[in-house]
């Protein structure tokens, strides 16, 4: 299977030292199978840091997965939105739990990546 990584850069080897911490699904490589999914992001990255839009593809074999701990969202949800909430916030305290993974606890997340709109929306819930 194809994926794609849209960034300002060309990446031809996965460093999770350089990944952003509190993104939608903890510290992470993210990954699209859209390739035009990739394009916009590669041109946002550009927008925010400069460089030059491009995106790597990576061949992915699920097979290899089978000794991995994976966590798959399969749509938007209450436990997804709780989820990602909790890896967005800098002060949530208990990094154990399976309802983030601050902790690199899965190896593979799989679901939506929740877009400007959700962010509010997480915003304005957070605040109740």
């Known amino acids: 299977m194809k994926l794609y990584h849209g960034s300002n ?21 993210y990954l ?8 916009r992001m590669a041109a946002r990255v550009v927008r925010l840091y400069g460089g030059i839009p491009t995106v790597s593809i990576f061949d992915y074999d699920k097979k290899d997965t089978s000794e991995l701990n994976v966590r798959i969202f399969d749509k938007p949800s209450v436990e997804w939105a709780h989820f990602v909430m909790n890896n967005r916030d800098r002060n ?31 915003r304005q819930y957070s605040k109740i």
């Open 92 to 122: 949530f305290e208990d990094i154990a739990s399976t309802e983030c993974n601050l902790d690199a606890k899965y190896d593979i997340v799989v679901g939506p990546v929740a877009n400007d709109d959700m962010a509010l929306l997480f």
């Open 32 to 39: 699209t199978i859209y390739a035009d999914q990739a394009r």
């Open 9 to 29: 850069m060309a990446i031809s080897e996965i460093n999770l030292a350089k990944c952003r911490p509190y993104r939608d699904f903890g510290t992470g490589f």
